[in-house]
């Protein structure tokens, strides 16, 4: 499981209010004048060192010297954007993997600007920040989870060398990046530099000795089942990081704080059940100590076969003539005989054990004591079936809810995948037309120039094939991944329930043992369980017993699940 922050691709507006020369220096902490609005910008006061640990500008191959100077190089930049809804910058925010240096979070940022300034053939402004102290509510972080982030700030347009009328050329923001324009090429654009943001991230962590399980993928593709937190915002974090307290903030306490709150409270009913079952036993141990059964037992003949379920023969001196009995009834516990209310749920913390004895008459001679003593074994051996299937039933539905979860990501995997096919025969028939209509520019590139003289168009649609290929191979890949756990899980399943049989049968060996000493008591073995183990008790009652009075309820059906081999569907 891979839980930690994601790159995050943002575009910057005019209409929005943006200005792209005002986002840099923002983002490298200059003093800039926009030129366009006649605005100074001034972010001097985030110093670098501190707040801002690294400030560059990185240019491709063959840039003039002002595409590394912030102040011209944006100005030119929004000088070439002439609509007042115009896209004016791309803001590509990476986080930096918790336990990293200075330099070497400088050294992955920077590695990431290159990456993406080279791919886009553009200027990358790279602004490497040190997260607050404080989160979003206002409270002090631990030392170990402030960390780093990079804002990777580049134009919506290429820079390349543009040739005037007059025959002169001169480097300047030219063509837009229609790559990051269109939905699909976007998209797996993206995709790519996500991954390799993932790559270089497990690449630092192992070199420093941490665990590398960054994952560039979201945790909805990678069946993580948690629920997003709220989000608050720019304005509303500053005043919570100013003391005031905001209705976003309270709503985002309320998911971080209420959950666990609300955990506490059932952990703490389930350790409180724990104890009260460990010092019942621990009580009714000591007291077999002190007064251990009685030498005195029936024949062997009249002695029914219960030896795969009670266990060795517990003997011991004879009993005092006057023995107290070893299972006194509680002032507060209901009467030892009759049927429990319908209603009743577990606010008895006792075991099964100890509730069904208190309901059996105490003994009055000293084989019947014998007989107690047997029952008594019985009893926990059905407690022990019961408790076991109980436990089965939970793990039995939280894998069925597993693998319906598994298998919708799956689904959902399958349909992005039939139409990232689509998308690549789309494009590869963009390709096979263009070479159709241009076979003669074909074969002068290839006889001139070779394969690196390719027409621009036609090297243009093949590399929109070529990341349309590599999309649908990534999908291919989480397919089968799917696929794998949707094995795993259904092979637990059938593990699950074939344990689950084998407790069932225990169970009606332990019962049938019971009755066949005594029948009479059957309604109270059905009373003394919860409704969770009733419904396991009354079946196996009423296979040993079909009619018995008082009559016992009819037995609840569950669902029994069956483990069917999973089928893989090939992908061409």
Same mark, same amino acid.
């Given at each position: 499981?891979?839980?930690?922050?994601?790159?995050?691709?943002?575009?910057?507006?005019?209409?929005?209010?943006?200005?792209?020369?005002?986002?840099?220096?923002?983002?490298?902490?200059?003093?800039?004048?926009?030129?366009?609005?006649?605005?100074?910008?001034?972010?001097?006061?985030?110093?670098?060192?501190?707040?801002?640990?690294?400030?560059?500008?990185?240019?491709?191959?063959?840039?003039?010297?002002?595409?590394?100077?912030?102040?011209?190089?944006?100005?030119?930049?929004?000088?070439?954007?002439?609509?007042?809804?115009?896209?004016?910058?791309?803001?590509?925010?990476?986080?930096?993997?918790?336990?990293?240096?200075?330099?070497?979070?400088?050294?992955?940022?920077?590695?990431?600007?290159?990456?993406?300034?080279?791919?886009?053939?553009?200027?990358?402004?790279?602004?490497?920040?040190?997260?607050?102290?404080?989160?979003?509510?206002?409270?002090?972080?631990?030392?170990?989870?402030?960390?780093?982030?990079?804002?990777?700030?580049?134009?919506?347009?290429?820079?390349?060398?543009?040739?005037?009328?007059?025959?002169?050329?001169?480097?300047?923001?030219?063509?837009?990046?229609?790559?990051?324009?269109?939905?699909?090429?976007?998209?797996?654009?993206?995709?790519?530099?996500?991954?390799?943001?993932?790559?270089?991230?497990?690449?630092?962590?192992?070199?420093?000795?941490?665990?590398?399980?960054?994952?560039?993928?979201?945790?909805?593709?990678?069946?993580?089942?948690?629920?997003?937190?709220?989000?608050?915002?720019?304005?509303?974090?500053?005043?919570?990081?100013?003391?005031?307290?905001?209705?976003?903030?309270?709503?985002?306490?309320?998911?971080?704080?209420?959950?666990?709150?609300?955990?506490?409270?059932?952990?703490?009913?389930?350790?409180?059940?724990?104890?009260?079952?460990?010092?019942?036993?621990?009580?009714?141990?000591?007291?077999?100590?002190?007064?251990?059964?009685?030498?005195?037992?029936?024949?062997?003949?009249?002695?029914?076969?219960?030896?795969?379920?009670?266990?060795?023969?517990?003997?011991?001196?004879?009993?005092?003539?006057?023995?107290?009995?070893?299972?006194?009834?509680?002032?507060?516990?209901?009467?030892?005989?009759?049927?429990?209310?319908?209603?009743?749920?577990?606010?008895?913390?006792?075991?099964?054990?100890?509730?069904?004895?208190?309901?059996?008459?105490?003994?009055?001679?000293?084989?019947?004591?014998?007989? /107690?003593?047997?029952? +008594?074994?019985? &009893? $926990? @051996?059905? #407690?022990?079936?019961?408790?076991?299937?109980?436990?089965? %039933? !939970?793990?039995?539905?939280?894998?069925?809810?597993?693998?319906?979860?598994?298998?919708?990501?799956?689904?959902?995997?399958?349909?992005?995948?039939?139409?990232?096919?689509?998308? /690549?025969?789309?494009? +590869?028939?963009? &390709? $096979? @037309?263009? #070479?159709?209509?241009?076979?003669?520019?074909?074969?002068? %590139? !290839?006889?001139?120039?070779?394969?690196?003289?390719?027409?621009?168009?036609?090297?243009?649609?093949?590399?929109?094939?070529?990341?349309?290929?590599?999309?649908?191979?990534?999908?291919?890949?989480?397919?089968?991944?799917?696929?794998? @756990?949707?094995?795993?899980?259904?092979?637990?399943?059938?593990?699950?329930?074939?344990?689950?049989?084998?407790?069932?049968?225990?169970?009606?060996?332990?019962?049938?043992?019971?009755?066949?000493?005594?029948?009479?008591?059957?309604?109270?073995?059905?009373?003394?369980?919860?409704?969770?183990?009733?419904?396991?008790?009354?079946?196996?009652?009423?296979?040993?017993?079909?009619?018995?009075?008082?009559?016992?309820?009819?037995?609840?059906?569950?669902?029994?699940?069956?483990?069917?081999?999973?089928?893989?569907?090939?992908?061409?």
């Amino acid at each position: 499981m891979s839980l930690h922050a994601r790159p995050h691709l943002e575009t910057h507006r005019r209409s929005s209010g943006h200005s792209a020369v005002a986002g840099v220096a923002y983002r490298l902490g200059l003093r800039l004048f926009d030129r366009r609005t006649g605005i100074w910008h001034d972010y001097r006061k985030r110093k670098i060192g501190e707040e801002i640990v690294r400030a560059l500008t990185v240019a491709p191959d063959g840039a003039p010297e002002w595409a590394t100077d912030p102040d011209e190089l944006w100005n030119r930049c929004e000088a070439a954007e002439r609509r007042k809804d115009s896209q004016v910058a791309r803001d590509y925010r990476i986080p930096i993997p918790f336990g990293l240096t200075d330099e070497m979070a400088g050294d992955m940022a920077e590695q990431m600007a290159r990456l993406i300034s080279r791919q886009l053939h553009t200027v990358v402004s790279l602004g490497l920040h040190r997260d607050s102290h404080i989160d979003a509510l206002g409270a002090e972080k631990p030392g170990e989870k402030i960390g780093f982030h990079a804002h990777l700030y580049f134009p919506t347009r290429r820079l390349e060398e543009i040739v005037g009328e007059d025959g002169t050329s001169e480097w300047g923001p030219g063509a837009k990046l229609v790559l990051l324009s269109n939905k699909n090429t976007a998209g797996a654009f993206v995709e790519q530099l996500n991954e390799r943001w993932a790559e270089l991230a497990n690449n630092y962590t192992t070199a420093v000795g941490l665990t590398a399980d960054y994952d560039h993928r979201s945790y909805v593709r990678q069946d993580i089942p948690i629920t997003p937190q709220t989000t608050l915002g720019a304005a509303v974090t500053a005043m919570e990081r100013r003391g005031f307290f905001t209705r976003r903030g309270d709503a985002l306490r309320g998911d971080i704080m209420v959950p666990s709150l609300v955990y506490e409270a059932a952990h703490a009913v389930d350790l409180a059940d724990q104890r009260a079952r460990a010092a019942d036993d621990a009580v009714r141990e000591a007291m077999a100590w002190v007064l251990p059964a009685p030498q005195v037992m029936p024949s062997a003949a009249d002695q029914p076969d219960v030896a795969t379920v009670t266990g060795a023969t517990v003997a011991g001196p004879a009993a005092p003539e006057h023995a107290p009995d070893p299972h006194p009834v509680p002032p507060e516990a209901p009467p030892p005989l009759g049927p429990r209310p319908a209603g009743w749920e577990r606010s008895d913390m006792r075991s099964f054990t100890s509730r069904l004895m208190q309901m059996v008459p105490p003994a009055a001679a000293v084989e019947e004591e014998a007989v /107690r003593s047997r029952l +008594e074994k019985l &009893v $926990r @051996a059905v #407690e022990r079936a019961l408790s076991g299937l109980v436990i089965l %039933a !939970r793990k039995l539905r939280g894998l069925v809810e597993d693998r319906e979860r598994r298998m919708s990501a799956k689904l959902d995997t399958d349909y992005q995948l039939d139409g990232a096919r689509q998308s /690549r025969a789309a494009a +590869e028939g963009r &390709v $096979r @037309a263009w #070479e159709a209509g241009h076979p003669w520019q074909m074969k002068a %590139a !290839r006889a001139m120039l070779g394969a690196d003289g390719r027409p621009k168009e036609w090297s243009q649609l093949h590399d929109q094939l070529g990341i349309a290929d590599g999309h649908v191979q990534r999908l291919k890949s989480a397919v089968r991944r799917h696929q794998s @756990a949707l094995d795993d899980v259904s092979g637990e399943i059938a593990l699950t329930t074939a344990e689950q049989g084998r407790q069932i049968a225990a169970l009606g060996e332990a019962v049938g043992s019971f009755v066949a000493i005594r029948s009479d008591l059957a309604p109270q073995l059905v009373s003394a369980a919860y409704d969770d183990e009733r419904q396991w008790l009354e079946p196996a009652l009423n296979l040993v017993i079909p009619t018995v009075e008082p009559k016992l309820s009819a037995p609840v059906e569950f669902e029994r699940l069956e483990y069917k081999a999973p089928t893989r569907r090939l992908s061409p």
